[in-house]
């Protein structure tokens, strides 16, 4: 049996592990995988399931009726959707009701995989009884649970499974892999690379409609207002994100690409500009000091981090604005 798995770029750690489960037939039962939208989470879960049922001599063959089904819907693989549940949560309740149905035999696959979405929204007693799941799993069923931060999962289960987080590709394998996204130059595919910290997904997704310039605009406003210490425009920068969680974050993750590269004008780096806002990160590295940009940067994080972890988007964003005006009063 031979593997196939450069459908997923880079992530080398998380393919090489579990290259040798599968080689050594000792693959763990629970695996979690952490990262932004647009990191591979999907692509991997999916590699995953194909893998495991796979009837051919190099897996995934891609044309057995396991790879086919389980690229579409397979009846073997489950997926477990929180957010769009009734409650926008999975309780202690169906995670029950899953534990009597995960020892039914496998349908058509050798194998079943449940696979969760969201991980974080289910309720912590919803995962207690994953954890009793995962703890003494069936032979044949496997669990992907797929989360944004793995902070927001119990610590306990984090324990019982096997964790990754997805990494941002090389400048060189996203140019790569985007170069055919149809429609985009090479100055949008740079920026789109830059904004998105290397996730070729969440730089598609800035290479669709407005969302590319949107991100820009949103950087350079921010940038000049933080120049400028303009709390006022500080709080309407923020305050015009859009309610919706994922636009907020891809904002915030243009933003938070901005003052990485302002810190690296201010450090002194070479060619350090790559967005075609220079002018904006040039003011703010000369008007900020190197500690408030490299604390800002952390705020922006955090709050994108927070708003994934399904905190709310206005309090997150709040908070964003009243640590980043006090920041810069203090400009160290
Ligand atoms: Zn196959």
Redesign the pocket.
């Known amino acids: 049996m031979q593997l196939e798995l450069t459908e997923l770029k880079g992530n080398k750690g998380l393919l090489a592990a579990f290259s040798s489960a599968v080689t050594s037939g000792a693959v763990p039962h629970t695996w979690i995988i952490e990262g932004p939208d647009g990191s591979g989470r999907h692509t991997f879960a999916s590699l995953f399931c ?1 893998v495991m049922m ?3 001599e190099t ?6 009726g ?2 086919k089904r389980a690229a579409g819907g397979h009846v073997d693989v489950h997926y477990i959707v929180p957010l769009k549940s009734e409650n926008k949560t999975v309780g202690v309740g169906e995670i029950r009701a899953l534990r009597e149905e995960v020892y039914i035999n496998p349908t058509s696959a050798r194998c079943k995989v449940y696979i969760v979405e969201d991980a974080e929204a289910v309720t912590p007693q919803g995962q207690n009884a994953l954890l009793k799941l995962a703890e003494e799993p069936p032979e044949n069923v496997y669990f992907i649970l797929l989360t944004h931060n793995r902070h927001g999962l119990l610590p306990t289960l984090v324990s019982r499974a096997v964790c990754y987080s997805m990494e941002p590709l090389s400048e060189a394998d996203a140019r790569a892999v985007l170069g055919k996204v149809r429609g985009a130059d090479e100055v949008k595919t740079e920026t789109a690379i830059r904004l998105s910290g290397g996730f070729v997904g969440a730089a598609k997704s800035f290479l669709k409609g407005e969302t590319l310039a949107a991100g820009i605009a949103a950087a350079e406003k921010f940038l000049n207002a933080l120049a400028e210490g303009d709390e006022y425009a500080l709080m309407m920068t923020f305050s015009a994100l859009p309610d919706s969680r994922e636009k907020a974050r891809s904002l915030l993750t243009a933003i938070a690409a901005a003052v990485a590269e302002a810190v690296r004008v201010k450090a002194g780096v070479p060619n350090a500009s790559k967005l075609p806002i220079e002018a904006a990160e040039r003011k703010a590295a000369s008007a900020v000091g190197y500690q408030t940009l490299v604390n800002v940067y952390e705020y922006v994080t955090a709050a994108e981090n927070d708003i994934a972890a399904y905190v709310n988007v206005n309090a997150a964003v709040t908070e964003l604005t009243v640590k980043v005006a006090a920041a810069r009063r203090e400009n160290k």
């Open positions: 194909r796979c009837e051919g897996r995934p063959c891609g044309v057995c396991n790879c």
